[in-house]
């Protein structure tokens, strides 16, 4: 392959939150427009289901070619490379169960397809040996998943806790988090401090009339600043 690459990325709808704060990481890094991810809606191909998501794409860069080559091969199959364990990081481990990980009686599950079995072992060594996992390979009907025991959960929560979303905590079985606030004036301050470089949903109530209003936003701080500092509070 040659001339340009660039990676497009679509969630449902339920996770739209993950979306754009994938979004934010890259377009901070200036890899892609200021345009916001696109929503958008079709019909499934099996059956009448409606699949509501959002997407965006990155910028086309000959410099991400090696990114390409990296994981697929030349009949453009994906592959895991032999270097595997210098990119895994804490981030993209999170990244990876933010993804397509499930949490499952105590156990970590993490999706393996489309990959091979050898290629799937090649992760699980790497969360043996960089990250001292206990994991286990489980195929069927050629299908195959990593399981993180339930004994390494704790461990596993320590790792990738700091880069997992407030909204994704149930992919590590843990609950999101609610903090409550009884006056915006008064504690403005700390809900900033609190809420810095965190996302989340957020819901404000009128204490006289009782109405609310919901949001979602992918930094919080800048969020409130925005509501609280310009009065945009309607409720």
């Known amino acids: 392959m040659t001339g340009g690459v660039r990676f497009r990325f679509r ?7 993950y979306l754009f704060w994938l979004y934010e990481f890259f377009n901070s890094r200036g890899y892609c427009t200021n345009n916001l991810p696109s929503y958008f809606s079709q019909t499934q191909k099996y059956g009448d289901k409606l699949l509501e998501a959002y997407r965006f794409n990155t910028y086309s860069y000959t410099n991400l ?3 390409y080559k990296l994981f697929y091969n030349n009949n453009k199959k994906k592959v895991i490379p032999i270097n595997i364990a210098d990119y895994l990081t804490p981030l993209a481990l999170a990244v990876w169960i933010m993804f397509n990980g499930k949490y499952v009686k105590g156990e970590i599950q993490l999706n393996g397809q489309p990959y091979s079995v050898q290629d799937v ?3 699980i060594n790497v969360l043996k040996n960089r990250y001292d996992l206990k994991c286990s ?14 004994e390494s959960l704790k461990l596993l929560r320590t790792i990738v806790r700091p880069h997992i979303l407030p909204s994704m905590l149930y992919k590590i079985g843990l609950s999101f ?5 009884d006056n915006v004036e008064d504690q403005k301050s700390t809900i900033y401090i609190e809420n810095r470089n965190k996302s989340g949903v ?3 109530t009128n204490k006289i009339t009782g109405s609310s ?3 979602s936003s992918v930094n919080l701080t800048r969020r409130f600043q925005n509501f609280i ?7």
């Open 229 to 235: 500092g310009k009065r945009k509070i309607r409720v």
């Open 137 to 150: 390979l489980y195929i069927k009907k050629g299908i195959c998943r990593i399981d993180i025991s339930k």
């Open 202 to 204: 957020y819901r404000w």
């Open 65 to 67: 070619l090696w990114l």
């Open 11 to 17: 969630q449902s709808i339920k996770h739209k939150d």
């Open 177 to 181: 988090p609610i903090a409550t606030y």
């Open 213 to 215: 209003f919901i949001g």
């Open 121 to 123: 072992e090649k992760l």
